[in-house]
């Protein structure tokens, strides 16, 4: 089973970032939510993959930007 993290979590395995910009990556697509029952969490493979790609959003990374 794959690990969920919370926006606090996700924000402090970037090197403490702030969990609005989390919020924000999110909002904006850069980031997908999986939602278990009212909380937001987001997987582990999601979070590394925006590592990899140096924070593009999904739709740049489609048109290979």
């Keep these: 089973m794959e690990r969920l ?25 850069k980031l997908t939510r999986t939602k278990v029952g009212s909380r937001t969490m987001i997987r582990e493979s999601d979070l590394q993959q925006v590592i990899e790609v140096g924070g593009k959003s999904r739709a740049n990374r489609s048109r290979g930007e």
């Design 5 to 29: 993290l919370t926006v606090e979590q996700a924000a402090l395995a970037l090197g403490g970032i702030s969990k609005y910009t989390i919020q924000a990556w999110l909002s904006s697509g």
